[in-house]
């Protein structure tokens, strides 16, 4: 089992960065793929961000290519979503999720591949 919380949401302005922390119980996490989701209100839940168990591959979503960086630290049981240039259509539920699967061999779009999910943090961005 896995426990996942996310941590380091909150309310910035046009522009800003922002950084978020996902840490992990567990000892298995440093062979676990790793993304990040985000749910706007009235939305459904979108892919945001995956990372390999050893950080050589990652993933994003068109939409934050090039303003958001997934990275993490198996050391600390801890992955990151850095955000820069934040939109106000950024603005949403910010959740980590976890999969068994190495991420060549799964649909890293696919909310239903991944195992454990953390309970999620708020991004609010202003105009």
């Known amino acids: 089992q896995v426990q996942l919380v996310e941590s380091g949401g909150g309310l910035v302005q046009a522009g800003d960065s922002l950084r978020l922390s996902c840490g992990a119980s567990?000892?298995?996490?440093?062979?676990?793929?790793m993304g990040w989701f985000r749910q706007a209100p009235g939305k459904e839940r979108e892919f945001v961000a995956a990372i390999s168990w050893n950080s050589r591959t990652t993933d994003y979503a068109d939409s934050v290519k090039g303003r958001f960086t997934i990275s993490r630290d198996n050391a600390k049981n801890t992955v990151y979503l850095q955000m820069n240039s934040l939109k106000p259509e950024d603005t949403a539920v910010y959740y980590c999720?976890?999969?068994?699967?190495?991420?060549?061999?799964?649909?890293?779009?696919?909310?239903?591949?991944?195992?454990?999910w953390g309970q999620g943090t708020q991004v609010t961005v202003s105009s």
């Open positions: 567990g000892r298995s996490f440093s062979t676990y793929a």
């Open positions: 999720a976890a999969a068994r699967k190495a991420l060549a061999s799964m649909r890293r779009f696919v909310e239903y591949e991944y195992d454990y």
